[in-house]
């Protein structure tokens, strides 16, 4: 089945700093969403991109569609404290009734005030 | 406009009991999705359902586990005769009715304790 391999594993930043996640996939996907968990809650989902070189903003947030559709990468620009929590790539091939997301392991952010 | 709304949000079973969860889906949301999440590990995708259909169960062990979303109430996950393994966080997703990729929107969780 599809894989994600999703780097680094954890990152520990100071407040103010910017960040960058990223996710590559063995096998193609048509969509690309970037989620955050915090603690005891469920999955947010931060942004989403569709086409293969999108590059899409939300707010302090960007995130990239990779060209080859294979791999997405998430920027965070001047962190804050509740930029704390594990974000996670997913990757989804929609078409027929299958609309599964497959997701990485997660990168796990702290935040140094 | 209530999100996904799951329940319980702890769950405490003894092996060999049987658990329910329960799922319901944003308010026009007609898909509903069922994923499982082991500690310090991603989700895994588990089942799909649309009103009274399963669509895709390929990640739903074969023996123990059902789904189903009724035509009125919410979709539920049961879990017959628990074992430790089925210890893990057990999310619902729902998306609106769409004809292309759509966006998954999740509830907070039911969290399964086997004992």
């Known amino acids: 089945g599809q894989q994600l391999n999703q780097s680094p594993q954890s990152m520990f930043i100071q407040e103010g700093e910017d960040v960058s996640m990223n996710c590559t996939s063995s096998s193609i996907f048509n969509t690309w969403l970037w989620y955050k968990q915090d603690p005891g809650e469920g999955p947010v989902l931060l942004i989403a991109?569709?086409?293969?070189?999108e590059l899409t903003s939300n707010g302090r947030l960007t995130a990239q569609f990779g060209i080859t559709r294979k791999d997405s990468f998430l920027n965070i620009s001047a962190s804050i404290p509740s930029d704390v929590g594990i974000y996670f790539c997913?990757?989804?091939?929609?078409?027929?009734?299958?609309?599964?997301?497959?997701f990485g392991k997660g990168t796990l952010l702290t935040v140094n005030p | 406009n209530a999100g996904v709304m799951q329940n319980p949000r702890h769950l405490v079973r003894r092996r060999g009991q049987e658990a329910r969860l329960r799922c319901s889906p944003m308010k026009g949301h007609s898909h509903v999705y069922w994923y499982r999440q082991l500690p310090e590990e991603g989700l895994k995708f588990m089942v799909y359902?649309?009103?009274?259909?399963?669509?895709?169960e390929s990640g739903m062990p074969k023996e123990r586990f059902s789904a189903e979303f009724p035509k009125e109430g919410p979709s539920i996950l049961r879990i017959q005769q628990v074992v430790r393994g089925d210890s893990a966080a057990y999310f619902c997703?729902?998306?609106?009715?769409?004809?292309?990729?759509?966006?998954?929107?999740f509830g907070p969780g039911t969290r399964l304790t086997v004992l």
């Open positions: 359902l649309q009103k009274e259909n399963i669509i895709d």
């Open positions: 991109l569709y086409k293969a070189g």
């Open positions: 997913a990757g989804q091939n929609s078409g027929g009734s299958n609309y599964k997301l497959t």
């Open positions: 997703a729902s998306s609106p009715l769409a004809g292309g990729p759509n966006e998954q929107f």
